[in-house]
């Protein structure tokens, strides 16, 4: 919210002299950067106690129960994502980006109601249409049960989706932080607790519903909004407008992120999709969520930007960076123990999951290089831009590259596949990046430079070792995450000690 006043300020304050109005622009840049750095930590304890306490959940589940129970949920994930991403119609987004001058309770109203009322619609659509299809389509009767009760978080989405979206915007993460880690956790307990109790693939369902049951009541203490009996119809059209280019855009993505578990569980076992879903689950959702905690603050910064390319490219080129920061160590540990880990943590049982977990770790490093474009395309309100690219990008690249590789190769091609895809989508990327902001190929090498050198220091480290002295994982750890932050130290340690000086530094109080 305050963020959208830092640019109409130059109208209103350009009649001051150039001292004040450059310490009124010095004061809303360094109370901005506050407000990014708050969102960030609350983010980053978000994300830290969800996936550690993630990977514990995790751990002894998949101790507990079988890789075909896995890969059953990963068939009903499948069909469920699609629909689910229907679910708000993008309004969320578009309650987000739209500036705060032109928001009204109209609008919030209006959004909510039309999600609970589209959302219904899609729930039905699940258990009448959308289940016994996934049951013919794979030949699981055993889905025609799972994805009805999986589907029971469409009908809780729109109703948790204006209080996300208030508190986005107005860049209050310490209270999503709050709500996020108390519904995580008792779903996780929850899960466990069902595992333990012998209810089988049932706790990893009731893992993904619970959450979003134990949240609603959380949102609506959070913000203090409740719902009225208002609809506008100049309201719909003002965020469905943009709502709906986003939605488009995470159906694509969707698409692109769920045809691998679709052709595996159709062309091979349920075995191999478990195998493989637990790959994906280890490097990509610790890459999504590393991302989503920069993204979140940073879209609706990037939306009060709006206009000014050279701001942009700044804050992304930061973006870039410090997300490569905290991923690249990780996927690289991943390439460098992908065997131990899984053997140590998951067991032999689980063995098929090794080689692509090493190969999809190489994929997220490209990733990385150009991560978090989108949110930058979509705070520039260039909603529909975004849609047209990922559109193309799924029929000329994901799809065909996809498909030929998983049916040659199998979960192993399906890894390939996304190296490929990932490699090629750099300069994909870097293309329209340059025509919308001027990022360019050298931009995007200045900021992954220094974590690409702090990162493979440890990296190959510990390959030589491997090759003289067989080391016990505990200490592989220890002695590549201790380099890694001596290196980062020694390459990028004056930096971060700006960054934080800035951040630490007094606001300046001015009269104007």
């Known amino acids: 919210m305050g963020c959208d006043r830092l640019w109409a300020s130059y109208f209103r304050f350009s009649d001051r002299t150039d001292n004040q109005f450059d310490k009124l622009i010095r004061t809303q840049i360094n109370n901005l950067n506050k407000k ?33 129970e896995f ?44 999600g609970v009322a ?27 049960q799972i994805i009805p009760v999986l589907s029971l978080g469409i009908l809780s989405s729109p109703i948790n989706m204006v209080h996300k979206a208030q508190l986005t915007k107005a860049l209050d993460f310490k209270k999503l932080t ?46 203090g909004w409740k719902p009225k009996f208002m609809w506008s119809e100049q309201a719909f059209k003002d965020i469905f407008g943009f709502g709906i280019f986003t939605t488009g855009t995470n159906l694509f993505n969707n698409l692109m992120n769920k045809l691998d578990y679709l052709l595996i569980g159709k062309l091979m076992t349920a075995a191999d999709l478990g195998a493989y879903t637990l790959a994906f689950v280890l490097t990509d959702t610790f890459r999504s969520q590393v991302m989503g905690v920069m993204n979140k603050v940073m879209f609706p910064v990037y939306s009060s930007l709006q206009g000014n390319s050279k701001e942009l490219k700044m804050y992304y080129s930061r973006v870039v960076k410090y997300n490569c920061l905290l991923v690249f160590p990780i996927m690289l540990f991943f390439i460098a123990e992908g065997e131990a880990i899984i053997t140590l943590f998951f067991g032999q049982k689980w ?14 490093l490209f990733h990385m290089m150009v991560n978090s474009n989108t949110v930058v395309v979509r705070g520039m309100g260039k909603a529909k831009l975004e849609m047209q690219l990922q559109i193309y990008k799924s029929i000329f690249l994901y799809i065909p590259v996809l498909v030929g590789m998983i049916y040659f190769y199998g979960i192993i091609g399906a890894a390939l596949a996304f190296l490929i895809i990932k490699f090629v989508s750099v300069f994909i990327v870097l293309f329209y990046l340059n025509k919308l902001i001027g990022y360019t190929f050298n931009d995007m090498f200045l900021s992954v430079k220094p974590v690409l050198l702090a990162s493979f220091v440890p990296f190959l480290t510990i390959i030589a070792i491997h090759k003289f002295w067989p080391l016990n994982f505990y200490i592989s750890a220890f002695l ?5 932050i001596l290196s980062v130290y020694f390459i990028m340690g004056k930096e971060m000690k700006e960054v934080v000086r800035k951040i630490k530094k007094k606001p300046l109080q001015t009269n104007v």
């Not at 980053?44 to 002894?60: T, Y």
């Not at 466990?192 to 693939?201: R, S």
Request: charged content about 10%.
């Open 178 to 223: 709050y709500v996020n880690n108390f519904s995580n956790i008792f779903s996780g307990v929850l899960s466990l607790a069902l595992a333990f109790l012998g209810f089988g693939v049932w706790s990893l369902v009731f893992n993904s519903i619970a959450s979003f049951l134990i949240a609603m009541p959380l949102y609506f203490r959070a913000t």
């Open 118 to 144: 589209w959302s219904l619609l899609i729930y039905l659509v699940m258990v009448i249409a959308v289940a016994p299809f996934a049951v013919n389509f794979y030949k699981e009767p055993m889905l025609g």
């Open 36 to 68: 990014i750095a708050s969102g960030v930590f609350w983010n980053a304890i978000q994300l830290s106690v969800n996936r550690s306490f993630s990977f514990v959940i995790k751990l002894f589940l998949a101790r507990i129960l079988l890789p075909e």
């Open 480 to 484: 590549f995450f201790s380099s890694y």
């Open 351 to 364: 063995n098929d999951a090794i080689l692509p977990l090493q190969i999809l770790s190489g994929s997220v």
């Open 71 to 114: 890969g059953l949920v990963g068939m009903a994930i499948v069909f469920t994502s699609f629909i689910e991403v229907l679910n708000d119609l993008g309004m969320g987004a578009a309650i987000i980006q739209r500036k705060q001058e032109n928001l009204s309770e109209e609008h919030f109203q209006t959004a909510f109601w039309s």
